[in-house]
């Protein structure tokens, strides 16, 4: 019935991109949606609150087979990471109300999910609800799988991360220290570098795109080597690291944003040191270590309340001001999560 409708504005992908992305390549639309579940089915509709911008979002904007992720389908609403009210559900364990998060949100007001199982209910709400894009989201399960279970840290490691001030990186160094681990990481602005040393407690920071020797540069914060390497944006970077890692060194292959845009991706020169160093390279996705969620929690949440750990978030109002946020992941405009506001509860 037209008055169980209401109007529902959508960022909409236009084409699979080519090369970097561009605003253009997303159009704003507006539609209407039921607000009801449909009879019978296990959807829930939601109303998006928080909207995430991941990196990853490039790979679903080109046609791929064979991928952990679909691409997105050209003419439909661009969906992602996001935090959601309940507002109608035909699933058991969802009800009217309940906040969630998950991975197949709508870049709109309103979505019907109709793979309500992959979502998590919101339990802690103590907390700003943006958090659950980040921090208490996947980035901060890539962050804790990717350090802890990945790299086997040790106390008194030397551990060097890239893209250090962004969703991942942040929290990857915080825990490092709060290991007892020596910590540098690398950005690319002088605030981002501010932020790592003033707000975030690292050891070291370097401006990669003020250093014209990767290596040279690593060879200054690092005088005895590299023991783990949390990477997360691959090219010349990796290259650099492979020739300072230490003897049974390990690397964490969470991300390689320098290659998401490019047509051909880049040769890795050094990787023979794999075999001098004993070094354990692995690459990983968050999805597999989802089950590890709740003990994530336990472990994370009393830091945010005590204090031990500081999130900072790129926070931008309004679902029009979507597409600005995604692309400038890859110009590295964003200082810390970049997180989009549809609406507030
Ligand atoms: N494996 C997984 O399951 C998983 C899950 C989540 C994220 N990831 C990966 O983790 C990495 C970090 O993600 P995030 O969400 O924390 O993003 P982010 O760091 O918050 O944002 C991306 C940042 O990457 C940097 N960057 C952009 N282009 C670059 C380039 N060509 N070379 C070097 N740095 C560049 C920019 O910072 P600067 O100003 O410092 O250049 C930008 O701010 C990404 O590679 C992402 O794909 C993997």
């Known amino acids: 019935m037209a008055e169980e409708e209401v109007s529902n504005k959508q960022i909409i992908l236009k084409d699979y991109v080519n090369g970097f992305p561009k605003e253009s390549d997303m159009i704003f639309k507006t539609t209407t949606v039921k607000f009801k579940v449909p009879e019978g089915s296990n959807a829930i509709l939601v109303k998006n609150l928080y909207l995430s911008c991941d990196p990853a979002m490039r790979f679903r904007m080109r046609k791929t087979e064979g991928s952990y992720v679909d691409s997105f389908v050209p003419g439909s609403p661009i ?3 996001g935090v959601a009210k309940v507002l109608d559900s035909g699933h058991p364990n969802f009800k009217k109300g309940d906040l969630v998060w998950g ?10 999910i109709t793979d309500p199982e992959t979502f998590f209910k919101i339990g802690c ?23 802890y ?8 490691e030397f551990i060097f991360i890239s893209a250090a ?32 040393k003033n707000k975030f407690g690292f050891d070291e920071a370097f401006n990669y795109k003020e250093e014209h020797d990767l290596d040279a540069a690593l060879k200054r914060y690092f005088p005895k080597g590299i023991d783990i390497y949390f990477e997360n944006v691959g090219g010349k970077m990796l290259d650099a690291v492979l020739l300072n890692m230490r003897l049974n060194g390990r690397i964490a292959v969470c ?7 490019l047509e051909q991706f880049e040769g890795i020169h050094n990787l ?19 089950h590890l969620y709740p003990k994530f929690l336990d472990m994370v949440l009393p830091y945010i309340k005590e204090g031990k750990i500081d999130y900072v978030e790129d926070i931008v109002e309004g679902l029009e001001s979507a597409p600005t946020a995604l692309v400038g992941l890859f110009s590295g405009r964003n200082v810390g999560k970049q997180v989009v506001v549809v609406a507030h509860e």
């Open 165 to 196: 001030s962004g969703a991942v990186g942040q929290l990857v160094g915080q825990f490092a220290k709060l290991m007892g681990c020596y910590v540098v990481g690398s950005a690319g602005t002088k605030q981002k570098i501010d932020l790592l």
């Open 125 to 147: 709400t103590n907390v700003p609800l943006s958090y659950y894009t980040g921090i208490l989201g996947m980035p901060g399960m890539t962050a804790y799988a990717g350090f």
């Open 149 to 156: 279970e990945v790299c086997s840290p040790k106390e008194g």
């Open 272 to 290: 023979v040191f794999l075999i001098i160093k004993r070094i354990r390279m692995e690459g990983f996705i968050v999805f597999d270590y989802y």
């Open 79 to 81: 969906t992602g990471h």
């Open 255 to 261: 991300g390689m944003i320098s290659q998401y845009n």
């Open 103 to 112: 991975r197949s949100v709508g870049w709109e007001e309103y979505s019907l």
